[in-house]
Nanobody
Framework: QVQLVESGGGLVQTGGSLRLSCAAS????????MAWYRQAPGEQRDLVAQ???????NYADSVKGRFTISRDNAKNTVNLQMNSLKPEDTAVYYC?????????WGQGTQVTVSS
């Protein structure tokens, strides 16, 4: 069992930046992968970025070149640096951890980008 707590969301203007953090309740060293997903009102939850145990990253096409995912095994955190934000990035952002065959989710943090 693991708890994930997101932080760093908020309101920002178009072109601005935010940094999301996800703190895990225990060591993430052996987690198969960690990721950020987002869900806008009335939409499905979509993958934004993922980082594997080995540090391999994967991004949604819509955020490539603007978002960067990183993990800090010493601090048990995964971060999402979001630059050049657009109104279409507005959503609730969820942290996800894959441990073996199990998926864990945080409760989400709201990101709102004003035009």
């Amino acid at each position: 069992q693991v708890q994930l707590v997101e932080s760093g969301g908020g309101l920002v203007q178009t072109g601005g930046s935010l940094r999301l953090s996800c703190a895990a309740s225990r060591s993430i060293f052996s987690f198969s992968a960690m990721a950020w997903y987002r869900q806008a009102p009335g939409e499905q939850r979509d993958l934004v970025a993922q980082i594997t145990e080995g540090g391999i990253t994967n991004y949604a096409d819509s955020v490539k070149g603007r978002f960067t995912i990183s993990r800090d095994n010493a601090k048990n955190t995964v971060n999402l640096q979001m630059n050049s934000l657009k109104p279409e990035d507005t959503a609730v952002y969820y942290c996800n951890a894959i441990i073996g065959w199990l998926n864990y989710w945080g409760q989400g943090t709201q990101v709102t980008v004003s035009s």
